[in-house]
């Protein structure tokens, strides 16, 4: 059963007869009608009437709408309005441009813009490289979209996807001090948007690419790594392939088992689930299975262009395996689920081999369910917050690329996403590590900067950086 979530919290300000019982009575109706109440404030009073205001978690909008349904039925109440906390979050947007310098006097402006800052142009135009060191392309990061893979929701457009992206910079900030800014682009044409983002690059340190449906967002990013000299990193692929590969580790440790050996299926190999069959087997996993809607890969399914499919079949299937995606779970060890939400059953997790670890990652609704699933495997992990063991890109991209960053990186490699795995990972203690904690929490201040000095240290060994520049956080931060 899904449970209230804060994604869906409502604030309802209702008028009730004034009594003793009247604020006990709203909270079992709402409890009866499956809303959890997180706090009521009592804001008019009269002789006969009070005015609350009751806000509680619920399931979807719908059923904040039977909520107040089912108040507005109790005698001599009325739900005077109901508000949700999700769309007043994001009124106005969710970010803003701040100075990092004083502009209060003729002096500061003069020195700020004209005419000081032409001294700083001339330097730059005379030395590319002080760019990085001068501007704020030493710290800023563009969250680029064309709004055709929006979270699960599939082409909103680039409107639609603005307050992803604006999330998205609000977490680059918050936890590793990147500055990052949205660009949302109405072109779905593939060269329109790697001559975009190649004729806006010389602003950004880094390009984060996000919510581009595949196979589009292969090439676009094979393209701009080639193209350019920033790091170019697509999300929606090696994020969740590092914090999955992060939580794996863990789990394996729980279950006592090595990579090498468990027999591993993952459903969905479009642009997550290829990185993280890449990334899996950079840490030396051997069996792997990768499964699409019309069964496992193997050399008989290839396509005709498809290059990223062509590569699974090459690297995975050692042992040729054809059939449906429940038969192969028969005996595996680990089942890792990119792909669409109730293809499975507590049943199909119960052939899985002892020690199974299942990884259901479809949002908001898991390939099996979670609880299900916890009757017969011994690790679980979802992406969603209100199960334990979540998988979430926020433990991976904002130290990626504070690392990036601090080193001036000019590109990216594998094996700066597996060493970021790895630092994750290892957050995690000995005596910490449990079925229900194999991923640190995402409020864990440890997380950023164990992965950023991981990236540091990888990109000095490839010789990637220019000049290594450390972040100095202003105000107090990090």
Not at 151 to 166: H, K, Q, R, T
Not at 259 to 282: C, E, F, H, Q, Y
Not at 333 to 361: K, R
Request: aromatic share 4%; charged share 20%.
């Amino acid at each position: 059963m899904v449970q209230p979530s804060p994604s869906y919290t409502i604030t309802m300000r209702v008028e009730a007869p004034a009594s003793q019982v009247a604020t006990s009575n709203l909270v079992h109706e709402i409890a009866v009608a499956g809303a959890s109440v997180t706090g009521i404030d009592m804001t008019q009073s009269h002789g006969s009437s009070i005015v609350v205001d009751i806000t509680c978690d619920t399931v979807d909008a719908e059923h904040g709408q039977r909520v107040v349904d089912a108040l507005n039925l109790l005698e001599g109440v009325r739900v005077l309005k109901m508000s949700d906390s999700t769309f007043l979050m994001h009124l106005g947007g969710k970010i803003e441009v701040n100075p990092k310098v004083p502009l209060k006097t003729r002096r500061d402006l003069s020195r700020a813009y004209t005419p000081g800052v032409a001294r700083v142009c001339l330097a730059i135009a005379a030395n590319p490289a002080d760019l990085r060191r001068l501007t704020i392309k030493r710290n800023t990061v563009a969250v680029v979209t064309d709004g055709t893979a929006v979270l699960g929701l599939g082409n909103l457009g680039p409107g639609a996807a603005l307050p992803v992206m604006e999330g998205k910079a609000a977490l680059f900030k918050t936890f590793a001090g990147v500055d990052a800014w949205p660009v949302c682009l109405d072109t779905t044409d593939t060269e329109e948007i790697i001559a975009v983002v190649k004729a806006i690059a010389p602003v950004y340190g880094g390009i984060n690419l996000e919510d581009i449906s595949a196979p589009r967002c292969f090439e676009i990013e094979r393209r701009l790594r080639a193209e350019l000299d920033i790091p170019v990193f697509h999300d929606d692929q090696h994020g969740t392939a590092i914090v999955v590969l992060a939580a794996m580790i863990n789990a394996l440790k729980v279950v006592g088992k090595e990579l090498a050996d468990v027999r591993i299926v993952v459903a969905g190999v479009g642009a997550a689930g290829s990185a993280i069959i890449t990334l899996l087997l950079a840490q030396g996993a051997r069996d792997v299975v990768g499964f699409d809607k019309d069964g496992p890969l193997h050399p008989g399914s290839r396509r005709d262009g498809d290059p990223h499919r062509d590569w699974v079949i090459d690297h995975t299937n050692p042992t040729g395996f054809s059939g449906s995606l429940k038969e192969g779970l028969v005996g595996a060890d680990v089942f890792i689920g990119v792909s669409a939400g109730d293809i499975l059953t507590g049943d199909d997790v119960a052939t899985m081999n002892d020690g199974a670890v299942v990884f259901a990652l479809a949002n908001p609704t898991p390939e099996v369910d979670p609880i299900e699933a916890a009757e017969h495997a011994t690790v679980v992990a979802t992406g969603r917050s209100d199960y334990p063991n979540q998988i979430n890109n926020v433990l991976a991209f904002p130290g990626l690329f504070r690392g990036l960053l601090d080193v001036g990186a000019r590109h990216i490699t594998d094996e700066m996403l597996r060493v970021a795995a790895v630092a994750i990972a290892d957050v995690v203690s000995d005596d910490e590590r449990n079925a229900a904690f194999i991923i640190p929490g995402v409020f864990d201040p440890r997380v950023a900067e164990a992965v950023a000095e991981a990236v540091r240290e990888e990109a000095r060994k490839e010789g990637s950086g220019a000049a290594p520049q450390r972040h100095v956080a202003s105000g107090g931060g990090r």
